[in-house]
Nanobody, 124 residues
Framework: QVQLVESGGGLVQAGDSLRLSCAGS????????LGWFRQAPGKERDFVAA???????SYAPSVAGRFTISRDNAKNTVYLQMDSLNPEDTAVYYC??????????????????WGQGTQVTVSS
């Protein structure tokens, strides 16, 4: 069974940092594009960041310069380092995997595998 499991969410104050992890199992994700999306209450799920197997990355403008995505293929894991958090970052964060070997995608429908999500709450 293929699974992605997120961890590292929690309640923090504005200006704090958090590091999310997403561990994959059931298949290797080493050649996949791995992404992070988030969904705030009452809003659509939005793209946050993604990383190709080559190491190429892309970020949403709202998080560029504050968030850093990375991966460890030996551990089948993708990370999201989040710095300078603000209340607008409050959301459920999901990791996802795109198993096609094409260009980096930012649309959620392009991703085949999804985690269950982890809550990040930033208080002001």
């Amino acid at each position: 069974q293929v699974q992605l499991v997120e961890s590292g969410g929690g309640l923090v104050q504005a200006g704090d940092s958090l590091r999310l992890s997403c561990a994959g199992s059931g298949r290797t994700f080493s050649r996949d594009t791995l992404g992070w999306f988030r969904q705030a209450p009452g809003k659509e799920r939005d793209f946050v960041a993604a990383i190709r197997w080559t190491g190429f990355t892309s970020y949403a403008p709202s998080v560029a310069g504050r968030f850093t995505i990375s991966r460890d293929n030996a551990k089948n894991t993708v990370y999201l380092q989040m710095d300078s958090l603000n209340p607008e970052d409050t959301a459920v964060y999901y990791c996802a995997a795109d198993a096609t070997y094409g260009s980096l995608k930012t649309a959620q429908y392009e991703y085949e595998y999804w985690g269950q999500g982890t809550q990040v709450t930033v208080s002001s």
